[in-house]
């Protein structure tokens, strides 16, 4: 089983700015960390995936597009996902989760491991 450890959540107000980071503990050559998020009373949903192996295959949900970007330190095994322009819908707990191969996929249950979860609260 992969650990995933994430941080860098937190409160900020709309328009600002937070960065979250996910290392995973992890020998294995082709994976992607992907990351997701819930709020109370819905389904996981999408935000934004990325290949370790391949560079450039990167995937973002359509409410993010713009807004967040996902990058990587590989040395590290640590992903990276910088959102700004933060908005008051974007509340919700982040997951950081893990699969193996190459396609970013948006899928939940295409996930195998899958981090604790960090709080991001974004106020009006």
């Known amino acids: 089983q992969v650990q995933l450890v994430e941080s860098g959540g937190g409160s900020v107000q709309a328009g600002g700015s937070l960065r979250l980071s996910c290392a995973a503990s992890t020998r294995t050559f082709f994976y992607v960390l992907g990351w997701f998020r819930q709020t109370p009373g819905k389904e996981r949903e999408f935000v934004a995936a990325s290949s370790v192996s391949s560079g450039s295959d990167t995937n973002y949900a359509d409410a993010v597009k713009g807004r967040f970007t996902i990058s990587r330190d590989n040395t590290k095994n640590t992903m990276y996902l910088q959102m700004n322009s933060l908005k008051p819908e974007d509340t919700a707990v982040y997951y950081c989760?893990?699969?193996?191969?190459?396609?970013?996929?948006?899928?939940?249950?295409?996930?195998?491991?899958w981090g604790q979860g960090t709080q991001v609260t974004v106020s009006s």
């Open positions: 989760a893990f699969r193996r191969g190459t396609r970013p996929s948006a899928r939940t249950e295409e996930y195998n491991d």
